[in-house]
């Protein structure tokens, strides 16, 4: 494929290209709240972040450096900030992709447990959340549809 999964427009016409900006619109205090419910985790360049196959039903939020999915040499880096692992935390299927650090990394994991926690403490910032997340996984269906289709054409 020519096309990188990750590298999508930010200036469509219709406007969206900030849908891929996780919690784009929200105030210090929803990030207090969401940052709370999180570890960090840190890992130095040539780490795995995320392993293929593994079953770990959580959403990593990437605040520093950078990741490029493993033995891929056509996708763009993966810069934070950033939101990966957003199908396996929504769907709890298995990791589809390998990630590994480029740089010093450093994410916030939030598991499935601390999700529910916050949603009964904040419910209104966990529906949110999980629409900006359907958002963004739709986003790069919709993209990995387009490529596909201009692949075949």
């Known amino acids: 494929m020519g096309a990188e999964f990750f590298d999508y427009p930010t200036d469509d016409a219709a406007g969206q290209g900030s849908d891929l900006t996780f919690l784009e619109r929200h105030f210090e205090e929803d990030w207090t709240i969401l940052l709370g419910h999180t570890e960090a985790r840190r890992f130095s ?6 392993h293929a196959g593994e079953i770990d039903r959580a959403l990593y939020l990437v605040t520093a450096g950078s990741l490029e999915v493993a033995g ?44 529910e926690t916050l949603a009964g403490r904040h419910p209104a910032l966990a529906r949110e959340m999980l629409f900006n997340l359907g958002k963004i996984v739709s986003r790069r269906l919709r993209h990995l549809t387009q490529v596909i289709e201009d692949g075949v054409g």
């Open 45 to 50: 360049a040539g780490d795995v972040v995320i």
């Open 72 to 115: 891929s040499g056509s996708f763009r880096a993966i810069e934070a900030p950033a939101v990966i692992g957003e199908v396996a935390f929504l769907d709890g299927g298995p990791r589809s992709i390998t990630l590994v650090a480029t740089t010093d990394v450093e994410v916030r994991r939030l598991s499935l447990d601390a999700f």
